[in-house]
């Protein structure tokens, strides 16, 4: 048992290396970021960012600020996690302020911890700052409540991808789709037929879901209907990357709640 302050229990002490900041960019629209992890940005020698942190941010960085894309697009990876850990650990060990740059909240399948553990077995120091997760973000942008009295008192944040490496799956959507009422999945885009069908054998064609692209940027998409209806799409290749499906019944709060909002 431990009783702590929380972050590390036992920091290392000064070791003349910098820091590495895992800052959450937020989910696109570049005004959820924190007001901590904008200073950050502000304040670094290095940001190393990845595809879905907003690109506008990087106009807050320092002049003379090295910036470097360490994105990964479906079948393109900019660098390997290999390489990402070894430059933030490079830049550290020379005393760099180094900001690492993630989508929505970096402990969110964002491998924030890999990069964390890796600095940590190097004995430098890794500070997280959390940011707004993608599927909060959709949900907020998109008037869908997550949780509603009378509709839904919990909900599920699952991958629709596995590391293939692992070579089995660990989401079982059928039991998770029995046990909580609203469930979230993140990259789904590519294996949407398979989730969506996976659903339906338990909640009917006819219950509720949406698709959030691109959330909360100025190109946002929501596509709303029955499972029936989102499956034919998917099928059709319509459903695209960077994409958050939300399903449960609070998707029909949606109109009422963009009704009453045009009103007040
Ligand atoms: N750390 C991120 C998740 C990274 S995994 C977070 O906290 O949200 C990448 C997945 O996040 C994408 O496949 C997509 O499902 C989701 N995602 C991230 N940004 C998004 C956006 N702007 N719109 C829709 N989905 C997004």
Do not use: W
């Not at 959450?24 to 959820?32: I, V």
């Not at 037929?193 to 998409?221: C, H, M």
Request: charged share 25%; with cysteine.
């Amino acid at each position: 048992m431990r009783e702590d302050s929380g972050a590390c229990p036992s920091k290392p002490g000064d070791s003349g290396k910098g820091v590495v900041y895992v800052v959450g960019a937020g989910p696109g629209d570049p005004e959820l970021i924190t007001i901590k992890g904008l200073r950050l940005i502000e304040i670094a020698d290095v940001i190393v960012y990845d595809r879905l942190a907003p690109r506008e941010l990087l106009r807050h960085a320092k002049k003379g600020a090295e910036l470097v894309y360490a994105g990964k697009e479906p079948g393109f990876h900019a660098m390997s996690q290999d390489d990402i850990n070894k430059l933030l650990l490079d830049r550290a060990t020379r005393g760099l302020t180094v900001v690492r740059l993630k989508g929505g909240d970096p402990l969110v399948f964002g491998r924030g911890e890999e990069e964390c553990l890796f600095l940590a077995r190097h004995g430098v120091e890794c500070i997280i700052v959390p940011g707004i997760p993608s599927f909060i973000g959709a949900a907020a942008y998109a008037m869908i409540p997550l949780t509603s009295r009378g509709y839904s008192s919990s909900f599920a944040v699952v991958t629709g991808k596995e590391a293939p490496e692992k070579g089995f799956t660990s989401v079982r959507l059928g039991d998770i789709a029995r046990a909580v009422d609203t469930i979230i999945v993140l990259m789904g885009a590519s294996r949407s037929p398979e989730i969506f069908e996976e659903l339906i054998k338990v909640l009917g064609s006819n219950a509720l879901g949406a698709v959030v692209i691109n959330a909360t940027r100025g190109d946002q998409v929501v596509i709303e209907g029955t499972l029936g209806e989102l499956l034919h799409l998917a099928r059709k290749g319509r459903i695209r990357n960077p994409a958050v499906i939300i399903v449960g019944k609070t998707v029909g709060l949606r109109e009422k709640l963009c009704a009453e909002s045009v009103e007040s």
